[in-house]
Each structure stands twice: as C-alpha cells, then as structure tokens.
C-alpha cells in the first residue's frame, strides 16, 4: 500500500463530519497582523472581505496577506471570544499595511434571571432555531462559490512491528502530509452539488480532493456524520442548552450558548454554538466531539452574504486520535470566496416566530384570530408576520412534501457531479501563493519537498526508470513463506498469500497455500469523459492444500470474474469442505477447541467438483444470483488423535454430525447434481447519485430475499429434492440512541426426499468460545446441526445495539467507546421445540472486541448459557480463508 492510498483512507476515517468551504485571490492588498488587546498574536482569524464576499485567515502567528486588486474595500476581522472589528481600505497596486488589535468579547445577559425551578433563556433561543433549521436548509435555491482547502496531517506514533514497512514507503514519525485544492462548487436545492477542481497541489498520486464530503455535512441538519446537531428536533433529548449571554456583531445581536451532552460518549458535540437573533441561523460554533476514539475539534464562522442569508466563510478543523497503536493528527484550513447566491422565491424573507412554550400569550393570540389550522399563514410570512414554531414547522414540511412529489427522481437523495480540470495539476508556485489565503509555514514547506522528491522516485519507478529504492528489491525467496504481491504492469498483478492451515482430527495438520494473478480493464467514454470508467477485474486463484496425518495433496483453481454490477466465478478440483456450506466454525478457532480443549467440533466431507456461480445487479432494486454444482461426495473418518491437552473424561467424537432428525449421518460416495436461484430486492432503496451513477445508500430499504434450490436427477446424480427460502433483513436507526437489525427466514423441503446430510437445512449455531459469524443471524450456544432439518423451518433474529443502557450510563465507560448490545433468537423445527437464545453483551471493548453472555431455551426451560468473544459489530471483518 502506497503512503498516498494510506494517508487516503486515513483522511476519509477522519472528515466524515465537516463542512469545509474555501476561497482564493488576484494581485496588490493589504498585509498585517492581527492580536488581541493582551498582545497575543491570534491564529487563524478571519478576515472577511464584504464586496468580493470571501474569506481569508491569519497564520499560526497572526500574520495575514490578501491578495486585492485596486479599489475600496471592507473588511472584517474576527475571532471568536473577542469583538469583531470592521474596516475600510483603499487599495492601489501596492500592498499596505494594516495591523489589528480585537478586544475580548463583552458579553452582557439579557434582562432575564434563571430562578430555581425555572428555564433557562437558551432553550427559548434553541426552540427557535432549531424551529428555523428547516427553513434555512430550503432557504437557498442556488449559491456558486470558490472553495481552497488545505489539509495536513502527521503520524506522531506507530507499533514498532509496522515500522519497518511504513519507513519502506517513505513514512516517519517527522514526516508532514500535505495537500491543498481549489474548486468551483455550484449547489442546487435541494440536494444538488456540482464541483469543478480548478487547482491540486498534493502528495504524488493523492488525487482525493473532493470537498462535497463536507459541504454536504451541515449543522441545520438533524445529524451529520451520525452525530445529533444541536439544531436537531431531537437536540433537547441530547443536550442541555446553557445561556451565557449577547454581544453586538457589527448590527446584529448575537447569543452565546452553551452545548452539554445530556451523556458524554460518542457522537454528540460539546462547546459553544452562536445564534443571531431574529435571524435564528447561525452566527459561528466552536464545538468537540469524538467517533471511536478519534477527537474532532471545529470551528465556524459565518457571514451574512448579501445581507440576505448566514454562510459559512471559514474553518478550522483539528483532529487527533490513536487506533490499534498508530497515532496522528491533522488539521484542515478553509475560506470561502466569490459567493453568489439566489434565495427560494417560494419562501418569505423575513419573520417573527413566536415560542409558545414561553410566549403563551402571544401564541393564543396568533390561534385565537387565525385558528389551529394557522389559517392565511402564507400571507402572514409574505408580509413578515408573526408565526409560531409549530405553524414554521408545518409550513415546511408541506413545501417539501410538495417538493418530492414534483422531483423526477424522489429516491435520490444527494447528487454530485465532479469534474477535474485538465490543468489543475500544473498550477505553478505563483498561482499558488495569489492563491492561498494564509502562506505555508516553515514546517508545511519542508513537508511538500519531501513529498515532491518522493514523487518524484515513484513517478520515475511508474515510467519504468531501473532507479528503485534500496529496500525495495522485488521478490524474495522468504516470500514464498510471508507472502508479498508483485506489479507486472500497471494493470497487472501478482500475489503470494500468507500460508495458512491449522489441525483438524480428520486430516491432521493441513497446509493451505494459495496464490493469485489479477488483471484490471479500464474503459473510458470518450463521449463521458467525466465519467468515471468502467472497470472489470479479473482473478485466477489455484488453491493447494496437504493433509499431513492422511499424506493426501488436494487443491482447486478458482476463476473469478467482476464487472460493474456482475460476478462470475467458475471453480472446480478436490478440497474438503464442513457439512454447513455457510462454514460455522473457522479453521483457526477449531485448532484451539482441538488441540486445547479436545472437542473436534469441525466435522468435514471430501468433493470433486465444477461449480459455477454468476450474480447479477439486474436493476437499482433487484439482484439475481444463481449457482449450480456436480460434485462427488465422499465421507472422511478421523485419522488423528493428537491433542496438546489430555482430559480424562474426553475423547475426540466420529467425524459425523450428530442430529435428531437423521440418527445415522453416514453416507456412502455418490454424485450430486444441484442447482440454486435466488433473488434479493430492495424496493424503497435510496441512493446518491454522483456523476450520473447511482450509489446505494445503506440500509435504507428492506432486503427481501427468496431462494429456490433443487437436486437434480440428471448427470447421473443421486439425489432428487425441491426447497424454496424466503427472508426479511431490516436495520431500524433510532438516531444515536441505537440500532436494531431484524432478521426472518423461513423454509420448507417438498417434492422428493432423496437427499443426504449435506442438502439439509443447517443453521449457523456455536459452541466454542469465540464469534466468527455475522452477530445477526448465528447463534451462540446452538449446536452445529442438533437441530437441522429436511422438513419446514423458521429463524428470527433481533439484534439492538445501544450506546445507553446499563453500564453505559457511566460517562468514562461511554468516552472508551463502550456500548451495549441485547440480542434474541429463535428457531423453529421439527425437532428445534422453540429453540431461544437471549444475550447480552459489550461492545467495542478496546476499540476491536465484543463480550456477550447468553442463555438458551427450549419450550421455555432452561439449556445452558455461557460467555463468547468477538469482533466489535462496527467492524465488520469477514472470517473466511
């Protein structure tokens, strides 16, 4: 992995949450610096200038320089906790300069006391604004604007094991990622971003400058980045609002609020918000939070633009974080320039609204003479009327309703499109320092000669230069035991795998050793070419495995083809393979249960086989899937009795599954000719649309899943039987507060019974230790195939994930990322007798591991519980060879 491809999915972990805007500039100006009234010079204040509406920023020391051409201008300077100070200046074609001193913020209450019992003057402000959240997001039918970003980041720390391949790519402790861009950002309400990057100035290969991530975050929106807004409807539930007094801002009266989470933890903000009065948006925020460890610190500061709406024309965005043993930080700059806006004719300008939780008299007035309905409310908004937050509220909801029902594509939610300029990467150091807002520090100069020398060895490897790195000396005979992958071409790969295997009673020690040959193809639409290209992959895989206590070599040749939406794999030869095609147990963890605890719980059979697999996207809504199978099928026996641990009243058990519905499992060699198809479908699916390809938004629709399989006759196969699945999966969001996931499925065997073991129904049970399995839909205490059935069947699992419950009501173990999991069961069969499970567990202990407790149950009595460990639910890893 290249430092670039790191350093790229280490930036997309950290920014999910940000709105980040920024600007540029021409020639001539005004310089100075920029201190407060005690002489401390002020970093990263902002400097905005009305009539080119843009932004600019003070460097780490105070310093400033924009870049202006001749006329007169104002400008205002700000920094929050201290007054905001306006001034006019003349520019000619010289610079001139103009020092600033800001004085620190008087801040005055309001004439309103907070008495025992009574509400504090926050919430008023809150209701309204967060009543006017709504309004804000419609408020703008279009705006265009310049965007700069700079980004930087640093890896202060990192385990000593990884040391040796981050140095191989060029990374230390002392090095600085850099990167800046500039972009045409165009929005179209309602969900409509077009993006144009004009200029990139990066590390090498790093070409992810897309900034739409974060103008599509916004704090008038009830979450962003799956953190609660304090302009949330749901924000009183999460936080309590303190007020701590209104400073005047040039003309307009501003109101510090304090933002405290109700419960610390995870994904909710703490800090400071300000609300400009009468207009209910916002003035700046400086606000905290912290996703899986990681700190975000942010910082807003926004404008009136035109004097007719408040954005966002600077940021400052600091992070900082360790993950299993790397430790960064980062820090992100941006302004703004060049807004242009066009407000919603559809909606009023201007308007009072009334609270009535503690406007009451004036709240009956309004409903006494225009009634419940809020009749003429249309009118009174026209005319800059009073309303009340409920008849607001009311009035956008229905705009919107209207709105989707006019849109030719409801199941949109977000659209970009983002082109990149043929020259935006040969922007010289000229362009770039008109460019910048604030001038590179010492530190992110000597960063950029670093990266450009770096690039400079990778471009010159990419190009075939002999030149290469004195640690990087292609393949090695040790290779063959680590594993490494090689480039034949710049659509060409090779890779040895990582030798793997374990112990099983049936074979002994098994080697497992694999290696592959990808090939990519990628096709350009000369006629699209902003597009982005279609690509297909291609991967040969041969897989060799060698049972040591039976002395048996077997192996398979795997061809895996993807394109787009499609995927055919083709493979076929001789492996072992466990009853249960979904594989319960992993070989790893029945390594230890053998050799440790003496329960070879792993029961396997042999095949010769073809198998052929294709699935298909067949529409946005519907994928199709289908697998067919000839396979010879022979029965193992155990051929070893190794055990590192011998328990007097164990012994390992025959190589057969045990199950109450087939008491003999046995079964002599025959030949299977089998055929599966399948249909998913998502019939509300959402997606976002970027550059006219549609995205899927997770979880935004039910899955709905059907499967038909059938033996055949035919081939001279043994086996002849008919089964027909259908399945629901749902995941249900209750904000922050938690998840619930949902899964049904049920089944039945019908026309014919010619059928052995393997065809049965098998159900993703559990009896070591250890979680390797989706926690949605296995269970932890069932036995592997006890209960598996050739008859109809009913599974049900629901799984509610909860950032507070029990323990988690304790901050400390909140702020450790610490949640809480409830999990239940069931399984229906003819021989399962209402089979439940009912569990508890801890989730992200240390970041990575899960502790669950759970009991089962049949026909209401109780069977056994026990204890289990995994893999945190959030990260997801797939356990498989």
């Known amino acids: 992995m290249s430092i670039f491809s790191s350093w790229r999915a280490m930036k997309s972990t950290l920014l999910a949450i940000l709105l980040l805007v920024s600007g540029s500039a021409w020639g001539g100006g005004v310089r100075g610096t920029i201190k407060g009234d005690d002489g401390a010079y002020l970093p990263y204040a902002t400097i905005y200038v009305r009539q080119t509406e843009s932004g600019a920023v003070s460097d780490p020391n105070g310093n400033y320089e924009i870049t202006l051409p001749a006329g007169r201008y104002d400008l205002v300077y700000h920094f929050l906790g201290f007054e905001t100070v306006s001034r006019t200046v003349d520019i000619a074609e010289e610079f001139i300069t103009l020092d600033i001193v800001l004085k620190a913020q008087v801040i005055q209450l309001q004439a309103v006391t907070v008495k025992a019992g009574k509400e504090d003057p926050a919430y008023t402000i809150m209701r309204k604004a967060i009543a006017k959240a709504k309004y804000h997001t419609q408020q703008i039918d279009k705006y265009t604007a310049k965007v700069y970003i700079k980004g930087k980041g640093q890896l202060k720390d990192y385990p000593w094991l990884a040391k040796k391949a981050l140095e191989k790519e060029g990374i230390t402790k002392d090095r600085v990622f850099i990167q800046e861009s500039v972009s045409e950002i165009t929005y179209t309400r309602p969900n409509k971003f077009d993006e144009k990057v004009i200029a990139v100035y990066t590390n090498g290969n790093n070409r992810n400058t897309s900034p739409n991530a974060y103008v599509f975050g916004s704090l008038y929106e009830p979450e962003i980045a799956e953190t609660v807004s304090p302009l949330s409807p749901k924000a009183f539930s999460y936080y309590r609002f303190t007020y701590e007094g209104t400073f005047k801002d040039r003309t307009y009266d501003i109101s510090k609020i304090k933002v405290t989470p109700r419960s610390r933890g995870d994904n909710v903000f703490e800090g400071t918000i300000y609300i400009v009065e009468d207009w209910w948006s916002i003035h700046s925020a400086d606000l905290k939070v912290t996703k899986l460890g990681i700190k975000f610190h942010v910082k807003q500061i926004y404008n009136p633009i035109e004097d007719k709406a408040w954005l966002p024309v600077s940021q400052q965005f600091e992070v900082e974080g360790r993950i299993f043993g790397f430790e960064f930080v980062a820090e992100y700059l941006a302004t703004v320039k060049d807004y242009k806006i066009t407000l919603n004719p559809a909606l009023p300008m201007e308007m009072t609204v009334i609270d009535e939780t503690v406007q009451k008299e004036q709240a009956k007035d309004i409903e006494k003479k225009y009634g ?20 607001l509220n009311q009035m956008v909801k229905e705009y919107e309703k209207a709105e989707r029902k006019e849109q030719k594509q409801p199941e949109v939610i977000e659209e970009t499109t983002f082109k990149v300029d043929s020259l935006a990467y040969k922007k010289d150091s000229t362009f770039w320092a008109e460019m910048r807002p604030v001038q590179l520090t010492k530190e992110e100069v000597r960063g950029y000669k670093v990266n450009d020398s770096i690039s400079e060895v990778q471009r010159r490897r990419d190009e075939g230069d002999s030149l290469k790195p004195s640690k990087s000396k292609g393949f090695q005979p040790w290779d063959l035991l680590t594993g490494d992958r090689y480039s034949l071409g710049k659509k060409t790969d090779f890779e040895i795998h990582f030798p793997n295997g374990g112990f099983n009673t049936v074979e002994g020690w098994n080697l497992i050793y694999r290696v592959s040959f990808y090939h990519r193809w990628v096709k350009r639409d000369s006629l699209k070419p902003d597009q982005p290209p279609r690509t297909s992959r291609l991967q040969v895989t041969p897989i060799f495995r060698y049972a040591f206590s039976r002395n048996v070599a077997s192996g398979i040749l795997r061809v895996d083809f993807r394109n787009r939406g499609n995927r055919f794999t083709l493979e076929g030869g001789r492996y072992v393979h466990q009853y249960n095609s979904d594989e319960p147990i992993h070989h790893i963890v029945n390594s230890l249960t053998t050799l440790f605890l003496e329960d070879n719980l792993m029961k396997l059979y042999e095949r010769q086989y073809v ?15 289908t697998q067919w199978t000839w ?51 998502r019939p509300w699916q959402k997606f976002r649309l970027r550059n006219g390809n549609r995205q899927r938004v997770s979880n ?31 995941q249900v969001k209750f904000g922050i507060r938690g998840t619930l996931d949902l899964l049904v499925r049920g089944g039945t065997f019908f026309s014919g019974r010619r059928m052995y073991f393997m065809d049965y129904k098998h159900f993703l049970g559990n009896k070591t230790p250890f979680v390797t399995t989706d926690p949605v839909g296995s269970y932890r205490l069932l036995d592997y195939y006890a209960f598996s059935t050739h008859d109809k069947y009913l599974t049900a699992n629901a799984h509610y994930h909860l950032r507070k419950f029990l323990i988690t009501r304790i901050p400390y173990v909140r702020l450790m990322g610490i949640t809480e999991n409830i999990f239940v069961n069931y399984l229906a069969s003819p021989t399962a007798n209402n089979y439940v499970e009912l569990g508890y567990g801890l989730d992200g202990i240390l970041r990575i591991f899960r502790l669950e407790f759970a009991g089962s149950f049949q026909q209401g009595n109780y069977l056994a519980s026990g204890f289990r460990i995994g893999i945190a639910s959030n990260i997801g890893i797939a356990f498989d060879d």
């Open 611 to 625: 198998d052929f697999k294709w699935r298909d996207r067949i529409s946005q809504y519907v994928t199709a899937y």
């Open 631 to 681: 396979s010879r099928r022979s029965e193992l026996a155990n051929s070893s009795d190794i055990t590192w641990v011998d328990y007097k009243e164990k012994q390992y058990t025959p190589n057969a599954p045990v199950s109450a519905e087939l008491p003999n499992t046995s079964f002599q060699p025959h030949n299977a000719f089998v055929g599966i198809v399948g249909i998913e479908a």
């Open 700 to 730: 935004s629709s039910p899955v709905l899943m059907a499967e038909y399989r059938r033996g055949f006759g035919a081939l001279n196969s043994d086996v002849s039987y008919e089964m027909l699945e259908l399945g629901i999966r749902q």
């Open 372 to 391: 419940k309905k809020g009749q003429q409310l249309q009118e009174r908004l026209e005319a800059g009327k009073e309303v009340t937050r409920k008849e």
